[in-house]
């Protein structure tokens, strides 16, 4: 299945507490579309976000997003793992 790393830019910071509520919603809802988010990585001072999902599209992995808090990703791109 295809990997897609998605990039949320919240204005004015954001806490990882908070990005902890909205990934455990996203689990809650992600079946529904045939996703799993893997991970997410999180810069709190300039409000970026980080999120890696196995999705069969890149519009399954936002409507896990918008249905499960409606924190919907400013940028999506399609990727390979490399190591």
Do not use: T
Not at 33 to 60: N, Q, T
């Amino acid at each position: 299945m295809p990997l897609y790393m998605d990039i949320h830019n919240i204005g004015g910071g954001v806490s990882v507490d908070d990005v902890v509520k909205a990934h455990m919603a996203d689990l809650r809802v992600q079946s529904k579309y045939d996703v799993s988010y893997l991970r997410y990585w999180v810069d709190e001072d300039r409000g970026k976000i980080f999120c890696l999902a196995e999705a069969p599209s890149a519009e399954a992995a936002h409507a896990v997003h918008r249905e499960a808090h409606g924190l919907v990703a400013d940028e999506i791109y399609q990727v390979q793992e490399g190591s």
